[in-house]
């Protein structure tokens, strides 16, 4: 249900922004109030915030009812870059299957997490995409750390899309190809993100 600016959506749009950076630390409690505070909002709203995001997978629910950290390690990393790579897949195969060659076209403004979601947003499969939706928001904080991890990172848009100009279903080869080295770079990625943390800014203010 859609919901109008008010201290709800504005303790979700910040809160989510702030678990897709990593904001809160892995398996860590989430303080309700500690949150409220610096929203400088009630706590109901930011209970309620925690709630939906609890429901998309951006943070846990806490054996004592509350909130925590999601979990940030190396295996659970690298299932969810498998669980991201077979989306992928499953949408490009669908799209073939159907006889759509208009899968995608590629944009050199678009980085690599944009173009991924074009792929399966395309295919207008809603559950498909609400899947692959929560999966890409748990690893949208590691764009940066991937990057400077994986040997030629920078040049897989094009990689990929010529990939598909050349012949749509290397594509999907050429995904799961690509999802395998995130794979077993996991541990490195994850190393490479956690290191001296930025300084934290809600964008709030003092």
């Known amino acids: 249900m859609a919901r109008n600016r008010d201290p709800f959506t504005l303790a979700l749009q910040t809160l989510?922004?702030?678990a897709a950076e990593g904001a809160f630390a892995?398996?860590?409690a989430i303080i309700i109030l500690d949150e409220a505070r610096r929203l400088k909002l009630s706590t109901t709203p930011v209970r309620e915030a925690l709630a939906w995001l609890g429901g998309e997978g951006m943070i846990e629910r806490s054996p004592n009812g509350g909130y925590k950290g999601l979990r940030?390690?190396?295996?659970?990393?690298?299932?969810?870059?498998?669980?991201?790579?077979?989306?992928?897949?499953?949408?490009?195969?669908d799209a073939q299957q159907a006889g759509d060659p208009g899968l995608l076209v590629a944009s050199e403004a678009e980085g690599l997490n944009v173009f991924l979601?074009?792929?399966?947003?395309?295919?207008?499969?809603?559950v498909l995409w609400r899947a692959y939706e929560r999966v890409a928001r748990q690893l949208a904080w590691l764009a940066s750390a991937e990057a400077e991890v994986v040997p030629g990172y920078a040049g897989e848009v094009e990689a990929l899309d010529a990939a598909f100009r050349q012949e749509p279903a290397?594509?999907?080869?050429s995904i799961e190809r690509f999802h395998h080295r995130l794979e077993d770079a996991a541990a490195a990625i994850l190393m490479m993100a956690r290191r001296p943390i930025n300084?934290?800014?809600d964008g709030m203010g003092s």
Request: overall charge positive.
């Open 72 to 93: 940030q390690d190396a295996p659970s990393i690298r299932g969810r870059y498998r669980l991201r790579g077979a989306l992928l897949v499953s949408a490009i195969t």
């Open 117 to 126: 979601a074009k792929i399966v947003r395309l295919r207008g499969d809603d």
């Open 199 to 201: 300084t934290r800014d």
């Open 16 to 18: 989510r922004r702030l």
């Open 26 to 28: 892995p398996d860590q």
């Open 170 to 173: 290397s594509l999907a080869i």
